[in-house]
């Protein structure tokens, strides 16, 4: 099956600081990756969707100053939380979709700890 | 807005018994619907789809039903063992578009 890896699996960061997280589809062009956060014991929202070689879209209440998106190869997507603070602190997940696939491969996840 | 949610937050069952998990959403022009199951600290792992032209469809152990008429859908996981432990979420999309999480239902197995 198609394989999406994510890094890093977690992460713990100063407040002020910035973390970036990858997303990779292994063994598939990902045309269309979607990021979400997770806070626990809810469920996943979905932040934004970026398209290989285009602006990400994001989704309404996300700054998108805060969480940069880029989707710069059909197989790699990283997602950027800049000046990071506590209330970043989240699981956040990525997934990625195949040219004219209907199906999402999800990552593993990454856990950020803001202190 | 788009939304779909589940009625109950957690279910537990004893093993080896049949577990029920339902799911409602609110966008009747969706059009897929998916079943994840997801453990603690990872990301979800698909379990069985479903496409709105159908009401069923089986896969290893597990069954989804799906009922336009009143935006319901449901996952069925015969002889429940403890690895079926875990959180379960319905999504749903539009035309292959964004995918949207239901609120999730945390399964847990009695020995």
């Known amino acids: 099956g198609a394989v999406v890896s994510q890094h890093p699996s977690w992460v713990i960061c100063k407040s002020g600081t910035s973390v970036k997280i990858e997303c990779r589809s292994l063994d598939f062009q990902a045309t269309t990756m979607f990021w979400y956060r997770q806070f626990p014991k809810q469920s996943l929202m979905l932040m934004a969707t970026?398209?290989?070689?285009?602006?990400?879209?994001?989704e309404q209440g996300v700054e998108k100053d805060k969480f940069l998106i880029n989707h710069a190869s059909l197989t790699l997507s990283t997602l950027t939380v800049t000046s990071a603070h506590p209330e970043d602190s989240s699981f956040y997940i990525c997934?990625?979709?195949?040219?004219?696939?209907?199906?999402?491969?999800f990552g593993s996840g990454t856990q950020l700890s803001v202190l | 807005g788009e939304s779909v949610g589940l009625h109950l937050p957690t279910l537990s069952v004893q093993e080896g018994d049949n577990s029920i998990i339902n799911c409602a959403y609110s966008n009747s022009a969706s059009d897929y619907f998916i079943w994840y199951k997801q453990e603690s600290g990872k990301g979800p792992q698909f379990i069985i789809d479903?496409?709105?032209?159908?009401d069923k469809r089986q896969g290893q152990r597990v069954t989804v039903l799906l009922n336009k008429t009143v935006k319901h859908l449901s996952l069925q996981i015969a002889a429940t063992q403890p690895g079926d432990s875990a959180v379960y979420f319905c999504?749903?999309?539009?035309?292959?578009?964004?995918?949207?999480f239901g609120q999730g239902t945390r399964l847990t197995i009695n020995p």
């Open positions: 997934s990625a979709r195949a040219r004219g696939g209907e199906k999402l491969f």
């Open positions: 970026s398209n290989e070689g285009s602006k990400a879209t994001y």
């Open positions: 999504a749903e999309s539009t035309g292959a578009q964004k995918l949207v």
């Open positions: 479903i496409r709105s032209n159908m």
